[in-house]
Structure formats: structure tokens, C-alpha cells
């Protein structure tokens, strides 16, 4: 039963400190999404990466987050430094979605992995 | 920009109850996914719907994609406390080469037994 993996599945911080959340995709899925969850702004899109490439960050506050894909079964995301305001529930997602995006198609669905609770003190 | 609009935000039904959801969105989907969440999870994957009109049903949940694939429905009949969670609608954006997912602000649904 393939699944998305998410560690930590809980981490409490101080203010100012870094912050890497790791993410391993379902193997032999092509992309990877990277969301937040807070009670006030639901899901939002921070990153999206197809084939390792970064399509789509522009949910992501650059000053303070980076995304990356080192290889293809593993996928980070960073904050530093942290702030409380970063408190939320992040997940990870991966997909297949055809090379050639556009028209029809069948496979956008996501799967999305346990998530990271994160709490900046 | 599209977006996604679903109703209503929060529900609370007596078990045994019927509960609608409804999603709107402000441009054609060429499909729409619905999600669910339990306290405390993870969004998991239920459905896709692909065609104009096209009606889906697993045991007493039934979905629907409008005519104009514009909107969606989920309804479930009978509801059960396991129903319980919050359920997401969301659809398709391209941007550039980018294809993703648009979530709307989903439902929470709440059974009293």
C-alpha cells in the first residue's frame, strides 16, 4: 500500500530557529505539492514540483521558506528563521500527471501524506 | 483568477440525517476531485468526476458534476458519526506549464449521535 511520508509528524520550536519538514513521494510519482492548513486560511498551495522542477511557488514566502527536491524520493521544505505565525499543520502531495499538461485528463488526483504539526513558540 | 466556492462551512446534522454540500467554481473544471479529512488527519482522495452531468455513487454517498461543469454536490444519505471530518471539492488550475489543484474551503460536517 503506497504511501506519502512526512517526518517529523510533530515539531514544537523557538522563534528564530530552522525548520526542515521531509517529504517522500509515492515512488514513480511525478509530482509533489507542498500545502499549509491553518483554521483561517484552509489549504493553502505553497510549492509544486513536477519531475523535481519547481512549476509553482508562488504561495511561499520567499524571505523565509525554500523548497527543494534533492532527488526524486525525497522533497523539503524549510523555514528560517521561523515566527509563530508559521504555526500550522504542513502536508505534502504527490501525483502522476501526464508531461504533456493541458485538455482532458484524468490524473490530478493527489495523495497526500500524514503532515507536519508545527508549532513556533 | 479561479476560484473555488463551497457551501456551507460548517454543518451539524442528528445521525441518521441527510447533508449536501455544494461547490461552485468561477470557471469550466475539466474535473473536479472531492477530498475528505478527519479530525486530525489527512485530506484522502474520494472521487473524480470527469463528465458534464455525470453521477457517482459509493454506498450512501452520491456526487455530482453540473452540466456546465461549473458545480458540484455531495450528498450523503443516512449520515453515520463515522461520516465525520471536513470534505473538500477542488479542481484543476493550469498555469503555465503548472497543473494543480484548487481547493475550496470545505465543509466541516459534524453528526450528533
Known amino acids: 500500500d503506497a504511501r506519502v511520508t512526512q517526518t517529523p509528524r510533530h515539531k514544537v520550536t523557538e522563534m528564530g530557529q530552522e525548520v526542515t519538514m521531509r517529504c517522500q513521494p509515492i515512488l514513480g510519482h511525478n509530482t509533489v505539492f507542498w500545502y499549509r492548513q491553518t483554521m483561517m486560511q484552509g489549504l493553502e498551495l505553497l510549492a509544486y514540483?513536477?519531475?523535481?522542477?519547481?512549476?509553482?511557488d508562488s504561495g511561499m514566502p520567499k524571505d523565509r521558506f525554500s523548497a527543494e527536491m534533492p532527488d526524486a524520493t525525497l522533497a523539503t521544505l524549510k523555514i528560517q528563521p521561523s515566527e509563530p505565525r508559521d504555526s500550522a499543520v504542513y502536508f505534502c502531495?504527490?501525483?502522476?500527471?501526464?508531461?504533456?499538461?493541458?485538455?482532458?485528463?484524468?490524473?490530478?488526483?493527489?495523495?497526500f501524506g500524514p503532515g507536519t504539526r508545527l508549532t513556533v513558540l | 483568477g479561479q476560484q473555488v466556492m463551497q457551501i456551507p462551512q460548517y454543518q451539524h446534522v442528528q445521525e441518521g440525517e441527510d447533508f449536501t454540500t455544494y461547490c461552485n467554481s468561477s470557471t469550466t473544471l475539466s474535473n473536479i476531485q472531492w477530498y475528505k479529512q478527519r479530525p486530525g488527519g489527512h485530506p484522502v482522495f474520494l472521487i473524480q468526476?470527469?463528465?458534464?452531468?455525470e453521477v457517482k455513487k459509493q454506498k450512501r454517498l452520491t456526487f455530482q458534476f453540473g452540466e456546465a461543469k461549473k458545480n458540484s454536490s455531495l450528498h450523503i444519505t443516512a449520515t453515520q458519526t463515522t461520516d465525520v471530518g471536513t470534505y473538500f471539492c477542488?479542481?484543476?488550475?493550469?498555469?503555465?506549464?503548472?497543473?494543480?489543484?484548487?481547493f475550496g474551503s470545505g465543509t466541516q460536517l459534524t453528526v450528533l449521535p
Open positions: 502531495a504527490s501525483g502522476l500527471v501526464p508531461i504533456l499538461a493541458g485538455g482532458l485528463s484524468s490524473t490530478d488526483t493527489q495523495y
Open positions: 477542488a479542481g484543476p488550475k493550469l498555469t503555465g506549464s503548472a497543473r494543480q489543484l484548487t
Open positions: 468526476l470527469v463528465k458534464s452531468g
Open positions: 514540483f513536477r519531475n523535481r522542477a519547481p512549476l509553482d
